[in-house]
């Protein structure tokens, strides 16, 4: 999980605006009161980054879209040892 999060961090950077303008909408739109708000605030962050993850995740998977997360991402291709 962290290598993913790691390779995607790049377009976590340039997805999250995007995440947090439609988390803050929908909070918003339900006009929460302060107490709630700051009780939303933890959950919010922890969503945006998962948003904000997978959505760099797929994009990098996605050719030529690819280049706008900076580079490719994709799950680790190690090889299981054999044993002797």
């Known amino acids: 999980l962290i290598e993913l999060i790691a390779k995607a961090s ?3 950077f340039l997805i999250h605006p995007l995440i947090l303008h439609f988390i803050e ?3 918003y739109a339900l006009h929460p009161s302060v107490l709630a708000r700051g009780l ?3 959950p919010a962050i922890v969503i ?3 948003v ?3 959505v760099s ?3 990098g998977k996605t050719p ?3 280049y706008i997360v900076g580079q490719k991402v994709g799950w680790s291709t ?5 044993r002797s």
Do not use: E, H, N
């Not at 190690?78 to 054999?82: G, I, L, N, S, Y």
């Open 10 to 12: 790049f377009g976590v």
């Open 25 to 27: 909408v929908s909070v």
């Open 64 to 66: 030529y879209l690819s």
């Open 40 to 42: 939303l605030t933890i």
């Open 78 to 82: 190690r090889k299981p040892v054999q």
């Open 48 to 50: 945006i980054y998962a």
């Open 57 to 59: 995740y797929l994009v």
């Open 52 to 54: 904000s993850v997978v």
